[in-house]
C-alpha cells in the first residue's frame, strides 16, 4: 500500500522555524517529482515547493523562496520542508505529493501548520 505520512507541523511564534518530514511507504520517493502544497482555511490549496532528486535543486512558490528549503534523504525515503522566519500568513495545512511519470499521484494526509503573531 502507498503512503505518504507527514510530521512535524505545529503551533511556533512568528519569526520562528519548523522542518515538515513526508516519509514514504511503498514507493520510491527519489523516483517522483515530490512536492509540497499548502491550504489555508477559506481558501485554495496552493503550491509552496517541490524537487526532484538528482535533476533539480528545488523549485518554490513566491511565498517561499528564500525562507523554504526542500531537500530529500533517499536512504530514509523522506522528503522535508524546512521552513524558517515563519509568518502568520504561513498557518495552513502542508501536504507532501509524490508525482509520477505514469500519471501516478499520491498525496499525504496533511500536518497542520500554526504561526501565532
Known amino acids: 500500500q502507498v503512503q505518504l505520512v507527514e510530521s512535524g507541523g505545529g503551533l511556533v511564534h512568528a519569526g520562528g522555524s519548523l522542518k515538515l518530514s513526508c516519509a514514504g511507504a511503498?514507493?520510491?520517493?527519489?523516483?517522483?517529482?515530490m512536492g509540497w502544497y499548502r491550504q489555508a482555511p477559506g481558501k485554495e490549496r496552493e503550491f509552496v515547493g517541490g524537487i526532484r532528486w538528482s535533476i533539480d535543486s528545488g523549485l518554490y512558490s513566491d511565498s517561499a523562496k528564500g525562507r523554504f528549503t526542500i531537500s530529500m534523504d533517499n536512504a530514509k525515503n523522506t522528503v522535508y520542508l524546512q521552513m524558517t522566519n515563519l509568518k502568520p500568513e504561513d498557518t495552513a495545512v502542508y501536504y507532501c505529493?509524490?508525482?509520477?511519470?505514469?500519471?501516478?499521484?499520491?498525496w499525504g494526509q496533511g500536518t497542520q501548520v500554526t504561526v501565532s503573531s
Open positions: 505529493t509524490a508525482a509520477g511519470s505514469q500519471g501516478d499521484d499520491y
Open positions: 511503498g514507493l520510491t520517493l527519489g523516483n517522483y517529482r
